[in-house]
């Protein structure tokens, strides 16, 4: 249950960030708001699983999921690179995310 409360937490880091990004440097009210209150859900989630995991491996986790998913949506939604190399760089994360699950357990 604890790396499920984590996945939703990098789920939620991948909607603030996208949101901040519509936000236009906060300057547009619900964009803003919705990245507001999905990072503070994002933070709290993450201090959840906490209370279990190692703090190393729930930060690694959040952070590494958080980033691929916002490098995929900026691929999908923005257009931005999907180069073999990133691709495969972002590969990379998702390996040390499924290497630290499988040494952690849990």
Known sequence: ?????????AALECVWAVAF??????TKAWPALIGVTTAIASVVLLTIALRTLPVGTAYAVWTGLGAAGVAAAGIVAFGESASPVRLGFL????????????????
């Open 1 to 9: 249950m604890t790396w499920l409360i984590l996945l939703g937490a």
């Open 21 to 26: 990004k519509q936000s236009d440097g906060l």
């Open 91 to 106: 590969g990379l994360i998702l390996v040390g995310v499924g290497g630290l699950r499988l040494v952690e357990g849990g």
